[in-house]
């Protein structure tokens, strides 16, 4: 596989992570500006695990995942019991408070002669572990996508158990949910954890991909492009989010025709699909309408 | 101290007039349709280009250049409603036609911002000043002649919509779209073209809002539709959404917040301090400023 592909496939399945964190929040009823934080969050977490400690990815990524998911539990505490926008501005201005913080941070050790650590504006550079285990990038796009898998396959048990079927209730109508018995708070906020870890395994595998970031990769833009990935590919299932990142990252970037106009091309389909699929590609309406075919295929 | 203090004060309230202006286009859009118009910076954006490209071509006087800024404004932001809000449906549609303009009007953005861009390449342009001269002094403060423009383009806009939306028969037709757009639409009222109409306002007022605020930085740069956009919605979701003296409120306050905190801590502390107290104000008052001072009880969000 040529260069190019691999690194178009494997940021395919890095922000798909993002996708599917913005996506998790959206079924539970709530609109995220905020999620590039814990991104972020990861990202920097992760890379001093490995680059300054000496951490192994795993167990960084791990530590990163508990950290991202305590940063979003954090922020969701006095902000989960907003709406709408109101919610949305909310984790947007706690977002940006952590790009500045990233922004702040200097702490920089010297590894085998040359400094390594987060330098405020100028960046975090030398997340090398993987490049030092002489891992190949098919490696890493495998390791990618299986965690990948691994997630969609933790989403489909989620939908068909009770616990999703609360989700999308608390989602739909959060004062039925609360009559029915349903702590709503408490699920938005283990929802708003556990998106915050999806949000931050994407972001240390991005780290150590890159091998250096820096604050202004996790600004709006990006928070604001996986909401709309998990919008445009729909809120029906967990594929939905990966659709969207796919048409965007997969086809258009990669498909050089467009190069220059990419947004323009982009942006109008865009405003165009949502007028005849406002709920998205793959809606609930889609989703169920398929899944009961494939059960009347069964019994058949 | 004191010098500093009052200097920082009135900087404060002239930034702020301009976000104030740029939170009641933003306002407007929101308390009359219910959504959010995240393209509502680069449709500014746009504007400001094609001032910037007339200027470079023809180099005519200021009020040419205001008026093709706003008129440009006024294009995209028509176009926006065209493509991402008309055809989701009435006020009131629901959760999901909200949020599916919302995120048509994003994908917009993407496409002004590289639509502006591609037509003019560089990352900067000098933009012609309103004013040449020197700053006004009095005694040891110091005022800008374009800061007090804003201040009195804000001035005059609140004015002129307060008029506007009381006092005419366009007016009275927004206001009944905002109490009942069914009612109003049994009434014999267009809704649609009303929501278009308010739309071109608002664009053209966040065309007034660009020109001022390029005309006093004397540059464009492809920062600006996201600049706009997030002061815009930092200051209505300030002062309280989707209510125009809101707007104002929201708008001063953010200039007050950021003049007085860049003063004290420096400018990355200043956007930090401003996004402090966005967040700590919508996770206590998330009516905001304006329902705090009338202390009417906070309506739930």
């Known amino acids: 596989m040529d260069e190019y592909a691999l690194g178009v496939l494997t940021n395919v399945g890095l922000f798909s992570f993002l996708a599917l964190s913005a996506y998790l929040l959206l079924v539970a009823g709530e609109m995220s500006f905020g999620q590039q934080a814990f991104f972020g969050v990861g990202a920097y977490a992760a890379g001093i695990g490995t680059a300054m400690w000496g951490w192994p990815l795993p167990v960084a990524a791990l530590a990163a995942m508990a950290l991202g998911a305590a940063a979003a539990w954090l922020v969701g505490l006095p902000t989960l019991r907003l709406r709408g926008l109101y919610f949305a501005m909310a984790t947007l201005a706690a977002a940006e408070m952590f790009r500045i913080l990233f922004e702040l941070v200097h702490y920089q050790r010297t590894i085998d002669g040359e400094l390594v650590g987060p330098d405020g504006t100028q960046g975090f550079r030398g997340i090398r572990w993987v490049l030092e285990r002489g891992i190949e990038q098919e490696t890493f796009l495998a390791a990618v996508w299986a965690l990948v898998l691994l997630v969609l396959g933790a989403f489909a048990l989620v939908e068909r158990s009770r616990l999703g079927a609360t989700l999308r209730m608390v989602g739909e109508d959060p004062e039925l949910a609360a009559v029915l018995g349903v702590n709503v708070a408490r699920v938005k906020l283990g929802v708003a954890a556990a998106a915050g870890a999806l949000a931050a395994l994407g972001g240390a595998l991005y780290a150590h991909h890159n091998t250096y970031v820096e604050p202004r990769n996790f600004d709006i833009m990006l928070g604001v492009h996986s909401l709309a990935y998990a919008l445009i590919g729909g809120l029906g299932t967990a594929l939905g989010p990966l659709l969207g990142v796919a048409l965007d990252i997969g086809l258009l970037e990669s498909t050089r025709v467009f190069q220059g106009y990419r947004m323009i091309v982009f942006g109008g389909l865009v405003a165009l699909l949502l007028i005849v699929r406002p709920r998205g590609l793959l809606d609930e309406l889609t989703v169920n309408r398929v899944a009961a075919a494939l059960r009347r295929r069964r019994t058949a | ?301």
């Open chain 2, 1 to 301: 101290m004191l010098v500093d203090v009052v200097q920082n004060t009135l900087d404060g309230l002239m930034l702020g007039s301009a976000y104030a202006l740029l939170a009641l286009g933003f306002t407007l859009i929101f308390g009359v349709l219910r959504r959010a118009n995240l393209a509502y910076g680069p449709a500014i954006m746009l504007g400001a280009y094609a001032a910037t490209w007339v200027n470079l071509q023809f180099h005519p006087g200021v009020l040419v250049l205001a008026a093709v800024t706003i008129a440009g404004a006024t294009l995209a932001g028509t176009y926006v409603e065209r493509l991402c809000f008309a055809p989701h449906g009435r006020r009131g549609a629901g959760d999901a036609a909200a949020i599916a303009s919302m995120v048509g009007s994003f994908a917009l953005w993407m496409q002004l911002e590289e639509a502006a861009t591609l037509w003019l390449p560089k990352h900067l342009y000098g933009f012609p000043p309103l004013y040449d001269g020197p700053p006004l002094g009095l005694g040891p403060l110091t005022l800008r002649v374009e800061y007090l423009a804003m201040l009195a383009c804000a001035a005059a806009a609140c004015f002129g919509l307060h008029r506007l939306l009381n006092r005419t028969r366009f007016g009275l037709a927004v206001r009944a779209v905002v109490d009942q757009a069914d009612a109003a639409r049994l009434a014999g009222i267009n809704v649609p073209r009303v929501f278009m109409l308010v739309f071109a306002l608002a664009s053209a007022l966040g065309g007034l809002a660009g020109y001022l605020i390029v005309a006093a930085h004397e540059q464009v740069t492809p920062m600006l539709g996201m600049w706009s956009t997030l002061k815009g919605m930092i200051a209505m979701m300030l002062g309280g959404l989707g209510s125009l003296p809101g707007a104002v409120v929201g708008g001063l306050a953010l200039g007050l917040i950021e003049s007085h905190s860049q003063w004290l801590f420096g400018p990355q502390y200043r956007d930090l301090i401003a996004f402090l107290i966005l967040f700590a104000l919508l996770a206590v008052r998330p009516s905001g400023l304006w329902a705090m001072l009338r202390r009417s009880p906070a309506p739930a969000p």
